[in-house]
Nanobody, 120 residues
Framework: QLQLVESGGGLVQPGGSLRLSCAAS????????MGWYRQAPGKQRELVAS???????NYADSVKGRFTISRDNAKNTVYLQTNSLKPEDTAVYYC??????????????WGQGTQVTVSS
């Protein structure tokens, strides 16, 4: 089993920054891809950014140049630095992890979500 605990959301003015964190705990062999998704009211959940265990990153076009994803494999933690925030970034942000358990295989886990609100 694995648990993902997110932190760092909040209310910020347009142009501001927030740093989201997601820490994984439990007994597992390896975490493969970790990522951040978001869901705004009335919209589908969408990928914001992802990062492999080797450090390869992927970003949604809407956040390129403003958001940076990183991870600390020793701490099983993924971060999302969000800069130049816009009102349209307002959403619940969810952490996601693809986790390898031996011998059973790869399973997908979600955090509980953290609210990010960008408003003046």
């Amino acid at each position: 089993q694995l648990q993902l605990v997110e932190s760092g959301g909040g209310l910020v003015q347009p142009g501001g920054s927030l740093r989201l964190s997601c820490a994984a705990s439990g007994s597992f062999f390896r975490i493969n891809v970790m990522g951040w998704y978001r869901q705004a009211p009335g919209k589908q959940r969408e990928l914001v950014a992802s990062i492999t265990s080797g450090g390869t990153t992927n970003y949604a076009d809407s956040v390129k140049g403003r958001f940076t994803i990183s991870r600390d494999n020793a701490k099983n933690t993924v971060y999302l630095q969000t800069n130049s925030l816009k009102p349209e970034d307002t959403a619940v942000y969810y952490c996601n992890a693809d986790v390898l358990f031996l011998p059973t295989g790869v399973y997908d886990y979600w955090g509980q979500g953290t609210q990010v609100t960008v408003s003046s």
